[in-house]
């Protein structure tokens, strides 16, 4: 049974760091597309950051890029651990942070560039970050 349990959200300063953290059963997060998702009241739900180890591919949007990085727990792969830290956090960053999971990408093309919600099969149950000015 694939699960993904997300923690490590909280309140935070403006120009503050988190570190969120996924937890994944089921399956190896390594053969899979991972990717971290956020949704702010009233706006649709972003990808704002993706990986994929086997293509060596990362994708992060611009409103991220130079401040959030993903990455997998590799190193110790029992712990099958997806990891988003974010760095200058901006008011702009507060959602729900999901993270998800697209067992499909490899098959269909989809390893690299922008993810796409729809293509993501398996979610977890969120975590909310505030930023304050």
């Known amino acids: 049974q694939v699960q993904l349990v997300e923690s490590g959200g909280g309140s935070v300063q403006d120009g503050g760091s988190l570190r969120l953290s996924c937890v994944a059963s089921?399956?190896?997060?390594?053969?899979?597309?991972m990717a971290w998702f956020r949704q702010a009241p009233g706006k649709e739900r972003e990808g704002v950051a993706k990986i994929y180890t086997r293509d060596v591919s990362i994708y992060y949007a611009d409103s991220v890029k130079g401040r959030f990085t993903i990455s997998l727990d590799t190193a110790k792969t029992a712990k099958n651990t997806l990891y988003l830290q974010m760095n200058s956090l901006k008011p702009e960053d507060t959602a729900m942070y999901y993270c998800?999971?697209?067992?499909?990408?490899?098959?269909?093309?989809?390893?690299?560039?922008?993810?796409?919600?729809?293509?993501?099969?398996?979610w977890g149950q969120g975590t909310q970050v505030t930023v304050s000015s």
């Open positions: 998800a999971a697209d067992p499909m990408c490899r098959v269909t093309g989809r390893t690299h560039g922008r993810p796409s919600s729809d293509d993501y099969g398996f």
């Open positions: 089921g399956f190896a997060i390594s053969s899979y597309c």
